[in-house]
């Protein structure tokens, strides 16, 4: 495969020694995945078939994680092989882990050395090895045991955290309940897939059947239509389907950008002239050699003949801030170096620039890190209503110092936000332990008067995911709001920054 890291080349030549079949490789949104490949006669047809099994994953430092077998029965191996020759991309159901009390003890128990390492990744995951084995005080060989075992036992992956406000879009919300008809999963799955401007969508149980979070532009008056050009989509006829929509003040955390988005959303954002100037390919020579005047004039018309060179606006991408998001969203710890030489752009100054000044700009928050597969039960969505808005503004801290709070793995929650419908929050909770979910409730509503609060069950991801991390929640605002009510105290903050820009690789 061309462009292929070294360290997952070396992995899959060595999982191709142990095989007792033929292996095929494939690449996708920046992940590898391990099929082994069957041939065999088809008599009654006269010809060959071949149909691919799906047996594990290599990570980008060359670990390779085998298919858990308890999430596949017969049937669903059969499906999986006629869905992979095809090249769909199947994501197995989560099963709820069955567990002793000591096994789910020891299994939640983190040191204080992997909590540390956890949140540093969280906070930047270019953070050199170094730096990391300074603040736990391991040597560098255990860091990077450390990592290569969260790699393995919690799908860790790295990812990019994008301030969309910047960028001109704005988050929304949206609930639907369903009638006594209910669309299918898979049929709902192929709706929400193919809507760049949904990044997270999954089925619920309690009041709502379906949440939604949407991104669209801030500037344009087309959400409505977007919207409803959704809602009509004619696979939906003959469904009763109520959607309730609002904008979504996003306060703690964020949800990953989807490639499809960058690709067909964000990619319109570029610089002087949206897509056209954008690679198809790679390595393209001349792409980023000063404009002609004559290519200024055929993208911006005869207007462009005056100002000879527009200008970039405020939530534009010049094309090599596009590509770099889009490279590190994939990968948010590939060196600098390497997306140079594969652009063409020289070795490393180009893109640590570009990250530099998009950092600047507050466009890239952070590089971070999500568990894709976290020792929960599942995750839950707590609503919260308020019923009289005095009483909740004097309990407004208790609900600051409940969002500060973290899990045995990640953050309390992994995201939270206000929504404008009912007057209230929306709060997605990773579910560790038995009854949590209704304790966390329960406390809530007897602790926090003034607002009622419910919660719904995510019982199956449609599309998207959510970030699974352990961000240090003394950079959050809910800990500065409490500081300057005199509810904490301000706590010496660490500096995840200092050495981004010289990170070396850990591979």
Same mark, same amino acid.
């Given at each position: 495969?061309?462009?292929?890291?070294?360290?997952?080349? #070396?992995?899959?030549?060595?999982?191709?020694?142990?095989?007792?079949?033929?292996?095929?490789?494939?690449?996708?949104?920046?992940?590898?995945?391990?099929?082994?490949?069957?041939?065999?006669?088809?008599?009654?047809?006269?010809?060959? !078939?071949?149909?691919?099994?799906?047996?594990?994953?290599?990570?980008?430092?060359?670990?390779? !994680?085998?298919?858990?077998?308890?999430?596949?029965?017969?049937?669903?191996?059969?499906?999986?092989?006629?869905?992979? @020759?095809?090249?769909?991309? &199947?994501?197995?159901?989560?099963?709820?882990?069955?567990?002793?009390?000591?096994? *789910?003890?020891?299994?939640?128990?983190?040191?204080?050395?992997?909590?540390? !390492? *956890?949140?540093?990744?969280?906070?930047?995951?270019?953070?050199?090895?170094?730096?990391?084995? #300074?603040?736990?005080?391991?040597?560098?060989?255990?860091?990077?045991?450390?990592?290569?075992?969260?790699?393995? #036992?919690?799908?860790?992956?790295?990812?990019?955290?994008?301030?969309?406000?910047?960028?001109?879009?704005?988050?929304?919300?949206?609930? @639907?309940?369903?009638?006594?008809?209910?669309?299918?999963?898979?049929?709902?799955?192929?709706?929400?897939?193919?809507?760049?401007?949904?990044?997270?969508?999954?089925?619920?149980?309690?009041?709502?059947?379906?949440?939604?979070?949407?991104?669209?532009?801030?500037?344009?008056?087309?959400?409505?239509?977007?919207?409803?050009?959704?809602?009509?989509?004619?696979?939906?006829?003959?469904?009763?389907?109520?959607?309730?929509?609002?904008?979504?003040?996003?306060?703690?955390?964020?949800?990953?950008?989807?490639?499809?988005? !960058?690709?067909?959303?964000?990619?319109?954002?570029?610089?002087?002239?949206?897509?056209?100037?954008?690679?198809?390919?790679?390595?393209?020579?001349?792409?980023?050699?000063?404009?002609?005047?004559?290519?200024?004039?055929?993208?911006?018309?005869?207007?462009?003949?005056?100002?000879?060179?527009?200008?970039?606006?405020?939530?534009?991408?010049?094309?090599?801030?596009?590509?770099?998001?889009?490279?590190?969203?994939?990968?948010?710890?590939?060196?600098?170096?390497?997306?140079?030489?594969?652009?063409?752009?020289?070795?490393?100054?180009?893109?640590?620039?570009?990250?530099?000044?998009?950092?600047?700009?507050?466009?890239? &928050?952070?590089? /971070?890190?999500?568990?894709?597969?976290?020792?929960? #039960?599942?995750?839950?969505?707590?609503?919260?209503?308020?019923?009289? @808005? &005095?009483?909740?503004?004097?309990? *407004?801290?208790?609900?600051?110092?409940?969002?500060?709070?973290?899990?045995?793995?990640?953050?309390?929650?992994?995201?939270?936000?206000?929504?404008?419908?009912?007057?209230?929050?929306?709060?997605?909770?990773?579910?560790?332990?038995?009854?949590?979910?209704?304790?966390?409730?329960?406390?809530?509503?007897?602790?926090?008067?003034?607002?009622?609060?419910?919660?719904?069950?995510?019982?199956?991801?449609?599309?998207? /995911?959510?970030?699974?991390?352990?961000?240090?929640?003394?950079?959050?605002? %809910?800990?500065?709001?409490?500081?300057?009510?005199?509810?904490?105290?301000?706590?010496?903050?660490?500096?995840?920054?200092? %050495?981004?820009?010289? &990170?070396?690789?850990?591979?």
């Amino acid at each position: 495969m061309e462009g292929l890291p070294e360290a997952v080349s #070396k992995a899959f030549d060595k999982v191709k020694q142990t095989a007792d079949a033929s292996l095929v490789l494939r690449q996708l949104n920046g992940h590898y995945y391990v099929y082994k490949s069957h041939s065999e006669w088809d008599k009654a047809n006269k010809k060959v !078939i071949t149909t691919q099994e799906y047996i594990g994953r290599i990570t980008g430092r060359g670990a390779f !994680i085998k298919k858990s077998e308890r999430w596949v029965g017969n049937n669903l191996k059969r499906a999986l092989q006629v869905a992979t @020759a095809h090249g769909w991309q &199947v994501t197995p159901p989560q099963e709820p882990h069955v567990a002793s009390h000591e096994q *789910l003890r020891r299994e939640l128990d983190l040191s204080e050395a992997d909590k540390q !390492i *956890l949140t540093i990744l969280s906070m930047n995951a270019r953070s050199p090895v170094s730096f990391i084995a #300074k603040r736990t005080g391991l040597t560098r060989s255990a860091v990077l045991t450390k990592i290569r075992h969260f790699e393995e #036992k919690y799908g860790m992956r790295y990812i990019l955290e994008v301030d969309i406000r910047k960028l001109g879009f704005r988050p929304y919300m949206i609930m @639907a309940k369903f009638g006594e008809k209910r669309p299918s999963a898979e049929l709902l799955r192929e709706i929400v897939t193919k809507e760049p401007r949904i990044q997270y969508a999954a089925l619920l149980k309690g009041t709502y059947d379906m949440v939604v979070y949407w991104l669209d532009d801030i500037e344009s008056l087309e959400i409505a239509d977007d919207l409803w050009n959704f809602e009509i989509n004619e696979k939906l006829k003959g469904y009763s389907i109520q959607w309730d929509v609002t904008p979504f003040g996003q306060v703690q955390s964020f949800v990953p950008l989807r490639e499809e988005f !960058i690709e067909d959303i964000l990619r319109k954002k570029t610089w002087p002239s949206g897509e056209k100037f954008l690679p198809e390919k790679k390595n393209t020579e001349d792409l980023y050699k000063p404009l002609r005047a004559e290519v200024i004039v055929e993208a911006w018309g005869e207007k462009a003949r005056v100002a000879r060179k527009p200008s970039l606006k405020e939530r534009e991408l010049r094309a090599r801030e596009f590509i770099l998001i889009r490279e590190l969203n994939r990968n948010s710890t590939e060196d600098f170096k390497e997306i140079d030489e594969e652009f063409g752009w020289g070795k490393g100054n180009a893109s640590r620039y570009s990250y530099l000044e998009l950092k600047r700009r507050g466009v890239l &928050v952070r590089p /971070t890190i999500s568990l894709d597969s976290p020792p929960i #039960k599942y995750t839950a969505i707590i609503l919260s209503r308020t019923v009289n @808005a &005095v009483e909740t503004n004097d309990n *407004l801290y208790k609900l600051r110092l409940d969002a500060i709070e973290y899990g045995p793995i990640t953050n309390k929650y992994v995201l939270t936000g206000n929504v404008g419908w009912y007057s209230g929050g929306v709060q997605f909770i990773p579910i560790y332990r038995e009854n949590e979910l209704e304790n966390t409730t329960e406390t809530l509503n007897r602790t926090v008067s003034g607002t009622l609060f419910e919660n719904l069950i995510i019982t199956e991801t449609l599309v998207g /995911t959510l970030c699974y991390r352990r961000f240090d929640n003394s950079y959050s605002r %809910q800990y500065t709001a409490l500081v300057s009510l005199k509810k904490i105290k301000q706590k010496e903050l660490v500096n995840y920054e200092d %050495q981004t820009p010289t &990170v070396p690789k850990r591979i």
